[in-house]
């Protein structure tokens, strides 16, 4: 029979701040989160300097968070003007994903 | 008399009617009741699936409308041109303008292939198919017949789209299909999904992704479509990946109705935004939303419309009758996931609590087995054919609650 742990408390320290994460290093805790945490996630990224374009969306996925998930790329776009291609330059590499570790939300989910 | 109007006859809609004219109607006649669709025939969706391997044929899939709508409901049959809720109206196709008390929208999703270039233009019905619909699956069996093989990639859009799982069925089916065909070895099949895997839940994941590598399924996450190129048969992604195909089997980006947009109802996608737990639309407290035309963090899937309609309905009737409405529903969907080889998998899942392994529905017997391949999981969406259009439709009683039990489920360190 297999059992599994569903429920792990982790912590990590990101920006001098102790912080409770997932398996996947998602932070779980929405109200832990802040700006300089947001930095040393981009930074971990790879994304050294977070302009505005960037802080326009990290701010848009905080506002719009739907109990601590963050926002599809299509409500990203259409809330910030930014469009889906210059979503992939600010944040290459899967940038749903990406915002949601950011800015300190739970990245997309299928069902199962 | 009070007026309700009942927007779409399909899954939702179909089920809320029955199961309102039963609590409003039962003992006064001070509700009038209508429900109002375009189209006479009624699609049973969860078989689009089958049609491609030739287990089901048309006839299983589809039936008239009014079989289902009960003698108490008034039913026309008409195109929706505007709804104006600063109004409490409907405009339909047909001139008619209907006032009401209370409006439920039961619109559903459909599928948009001209919204991503290259995808619904030329190629579609011959080296682009979809199964999202009966004319897709069809047209996907006689390619499907005589094709030689070569690489099948299946793509997703963009979510949320119509039963999540169902792409990972069809792929799991093709399997079998090409395997029974004795060409498998001639066949490669690639699932590119937007999601960072095929499986993104953690218990689900752990127990499923094997069964994906030893069907020789291939995954390419995070793939984000941009378009399609037809003529070169290839996909491209937003950030410059490509993947050539020979048959390209495509969920298209799925929509709301176009009317809800236009009507000022709707988030980016034409759903209608409503509380997830009672279906009331935040800006109009006589509108409510249900099915798949919901924007709700569900599934939009048939179970989740069955167990939204069983808690919606006595929620309604305390509702009308000034009570406060009850946050009951708890976004339970209960799923068969067909995996090719004559088994499946069983999914019971609800907002908060992830997909499980267990049994379902008894506890330690089922008789069908959670997130684990058994043959009564494959008998079990065998028989829902006959469930659906035979007791779901008519919202008949059944013996399984609305909301989601952690009986029979194995939890962690248990």
Redesign the interface.
């Known amino acids: 029979m297999t059992t599994l742990q569903t429920q792990t408390t982790l912590t990590r320290e990101i920006a001098g701040r102790t912080v409770q994460v997932n398996e996947e290093g998602y932070m779980t805790q929405a109200n832990e989160w802040s700006r300089e945490i947001a930095g040393a996630i981009a930074h971990d990224e790879g994304l050294l300097d977070l302009t505005p374009a960037h802080w326009k969306v990290i701010e848009f996925c905080r506002q719009t968070a739907n109990g601590g998930k963050s926002p599809t790329l299509r409500q990203i776009t259409g809330g910030t003007g930014i469009t889906t291609k210059e979503m992939f330059a600010l944040f290459p590499k899967g940038p749903a994903k990406k915002v949601a570790r950011i800015a300190g939300l739970g990245k997309p989910e299928g069902c199962v | 008399m009070k007026k309700l109007l009942i927007l779409g006859a399909g899954t939702a809609g179909t089920m809320v009617a029955n199961k309102l004219d039963r609590l409003l109607h039962a003992d006064s006649d001070d509700w009038q009741i209508t429900l109002i669709d375009q189209h006479p025939i009624h699609y049973y969706q969860p078989g689009f699936l089958f049609i491609p391997f030739g287990i089901y044929d048309k006839d299983d899939v589809i039936k008239p409308k009014r079989d289902f709508i009960p003698a108490g409901v008034e039913f026309i049959e008409a195109t929706i041109e505007q709804i104006e809720p600063e109004h409490n109206r409907v405009h339909l196709g047909n001139g008619q303008a209907l006032a009401y008390d209370f409006l439920i929208i039961a619109t559903g999703a459909d599928i948009h292939p001209e919204q991503t270039p290259g995808l619904g233009e030329h190629a579609w019905g011959h080296s682009i198919h979809t199964f999202y619909s009966l004319e897709g699956s069809m047209a996907l069996f006689e390619t499907l017949r005589t094709w030689k093989g070569g690489r099948l990639v299946l793509n997703v859009v963009?979510?949320p789209i119509k039963c999540?799982?169902a792409p990972?069925e069809f792929l799991m089916m093709a399997d079998a299909f090409f395997c029974e065909k004795g060409m498998r070895d001639r066949v490669e099949l690639v699932y590119a999904?937007?999601?960072?895997g095929a499986?993104?839940?953690?218990?689900?994941a752990?127990?499923?992704n094997h069964l994906l590598a030893e069907k020789n399924i291939k995954v390419e996450p995070?793939f984000?479509t941009?378009r399609v190129e037809p003529d070169a048969k290839k996909l491209v992604s937003?950030?410059e990946r490509e993947i050539g195909y020979d048959l390209l089997v495509s969920v298209p980006l799925n929509m709301g109705a176009a009317v809800i947009g236009s009507s000022g109802l709707g988030?980016?996608?034409n759903y209608v935004p409503v509380d997830q737990y009672t279906f009331v639309s935040g800006k109009y407290p006589n509108i409510f939303a249900l099915g798949d035309a919901a924007a709700i963090?569900a599934?939009k899937a048939g179970s989740v419309a069955h167990f939204a309609v069983d808690t919606f309905g006595e929620n309604f009737v305390g509702y009308i009758h000034g009570q406060e409405l009850k946050p009951l529903f708890d976004g339970h969907?209960n799923?068969f996931?067909e995996s090719g080889f004559g088994k499946g998998l069983l999914?019971d899942?609800n907002y908060t609590t992830?997909?499980?392994?267990g049994r379902y529905p008894l506890p330690g017997l089922g008789p069908f087995t959670l997130l684990e391949e058994s043959k009564a999981n494959h008998w079990g969406k065998m028989m829902f054919k006959w469930m659906y259009w035979n007791i779901l439709l008519k919202a008949r009683e059944l013996p399984l609650p609305a909301q989601m039990s952690m009986a029979g489920k194995?939890?962690?360190?248990?």
């Open positions: 963009e979510n999540p799982v990972l999904t937007p999601l960072p499986f993104t839940k953690p218990v689900a752990h127990m499923l995070e984000m941009e937003y950030d988030d980016e996608l963090p599934s969907a799923c996931i999914i899942f992830e997909p499980l392994p194995q939890l962690a360190g248990k």
